[in-house]
T-cell receptor, first 114, second 112 residues
Framework: GENVEQHPSTLSVQEGDSAVIKCTYS??????FPWYKQELGKRPQLIID?????GEKKDQRIAVTLNKTAKHFSLHITETQPEDSAVYFC?????????????FGTGTQLKVEL | DAGVIQSPRHEVTEMGQEVTLRCKPI?????LFWYRQTMMRGLELLIY????????DSGMPEDRFSAKMPNASFSTLKIQPSEPRDSAVYFC??????????FGPGTRLTVL
């Protein structure tokens, strides 16, 4: 199965600074790379995803970059705001006819301080 | 669209009792997933279904856990008998093949 690691496990930044979370995976066949955000007491929600034929994707203040050779992808949040405080999970997988099984990383607790 | 619906939202029970969690996926979605989330183990996939058929139940912790999907709009996760270590938040999620997973609000289970 897929081994997924996230770094760091906790991250504290000042409001307005940038935050970067890295996800390392083991299965070279993985071709879909989503990031989920989970606020305290809430459900995980997809915030951005990328497919392996693209190296980078941006959506306003968030972006994801992919390095398939090194088997890692990263979440970038710029101009952080207090509402960005949450736990972020990566969940790389293979988009095939076999299904949609996700293996979640261990999560990164992001705290944006005023 | 109401999204994925789960019930109950909170469940408190005593050790040894049977617990049944329920999920209604988003209409038209052909995959349904059950996850468990704890501080110690994070977010774990327990089982998932495709077109109502269980595809992978390798994450089901033991025989006390069972899941069914009798039709495209309903699934249950049952724990019998329940134990304190089963206390967790249980999420149901659904998706169409190749598309994003949408999570339900979760059921917070406490076994005393």
């Amino acid at each position: 199965g897929e081994n997924v690691e996230q770094h760091p496990s906790t991250l504290s930044v000042q409001e307005g600074d940038s935050a970067v979370i890295k996800c390392t995976y083991s299965d070279s066949a993985s071709n879909y790379f989503p990031w989920y955000k989970q606020e305290l007491g809430k459900r995980p929600q997809l915030i951005i995803d990328i497919r392996s034929n693209v190296g980078e994707k941006k959506d306003q203040r968030i972006a994801v970059t992919l390095n398939k050779t090194a088997k890692h992808f990263s979440l970038h949040i710029t101009e952080t705001q207090p509402e960005d405080s949450a736990v972020y999970f990566c969940a790389p997988r293979i988009l095939t006819g076999g299904g949609n099984k996700l293996t979640f990383g261990t999560g990164t607790q992001l705290k944006v301080e005023l | 669209d109401a999204g994925v619906i789960q019930s109950p939202r909170h469940e408190v029970t005593e050790m040894g009792q049977e617990v049944t969690l329920r999920c209604k996926p988003i209409s038209g979605h052909d995959y349904l997933f059950w996850y468990r989330q704890t501080m110690m183990r994070g977010l774990e996939l327990l089982i998932y279904f495709n077109n109502n058929v269980p595809i992978d139940d390798s994450g089901m912790p033991e025989d006390r856990f069972s899941a069914k999907m009798p039709n495209a709009s309903f699934s249950t996760l049952k724990i019998q008998p329940s134990e304190p270590r089963d206390s967790a938040v249980y999420f149901c999620a659904s998706t169409q093949r190749g598309r994003k997973q949408f999570f339900g609000p979760g059921t917070r289970l406490t076994v005393l």
